[in-house]
């Protein structure tokens, strides 16, 4: 790349020109695809979750089984990242994020991160296994730790994850 066309990609965006929210927080603004992947600036993409959203638990549990069954992993890992950063209970903060570990797993998959979506089914299935007995909010639990596992199996195999939305799992039993 020559001087004027690396000055030209500089000056378009410079790091002390970051995408800013209203509270003047650093907020990526360019356009997601449906696994979260960041677009070019202009790009039409899939609508972001908002952040910081408190839900119920059955509205978060009903947003995220949506985004599943449309293949948009990565924004039902955020539905669920709000109910675990909103929880002041340590034992829902876990669940919590166990949910969102296995979405993002799925992402990993589907984006053909083969190894890191395997380690966070796994991680996910380990922090929602205890709460089996007692699912909280009608989560199917016992089914969503075999679906994490069976699904870190395929991608051990090399197997990635080509349609997320045909792999989603059911949520409630």
Not at 53 to 80: C, M, W, Y
Not at 113 to 130: D, K, Q, Y
């Amino acid at each position: 790349m020559d001087d004027a066309m690396r000055s030209t990609k500089q000056s378009q965006h410079s790091p002390r020109d970051r995408d800013r929210d209203d509270e003047g927080k650093a907020r990526n603004a360019r356009p997601r695809d449906g696994l979260g992947r960041p677009l070019p600036y202009g790009t039409p993409g899939v609508e972001r979750q908002p952040e910081g959203v408190t839900r119920s638990p059955a509205r978060t549990i009903d947003e995220a089984q949506q985004l599943l069954d449309e293949g948009k992993p990565f924004h039902a890992h955020e539905v669920f990242e709000d109910a675990w950063k909103s929880s002041d209970d340590p034992d829902e903060r876990q669940f919590w994020k166990g949910m969102a570990q296995l979405a993002v797993g799925l992402t990993h998959g589907a984006r053909g991160n083969l190894v890191g979506g395997a380690r966070l089914l796994r991680r996910g299935a380990e922090h929602i296994g205890p709460y089996a007995e007692q699912p909280p909010h009608g989560i199917a639990v016992a089914s969503l730790v075999a679906w994490a596992n069976g699904l870190a199996a395929e991608l051990d195999d090399g197997e990635p994850v080509d349609a997320p939305e045909s792999r989603a799992p059911r949520l409630r039993g």
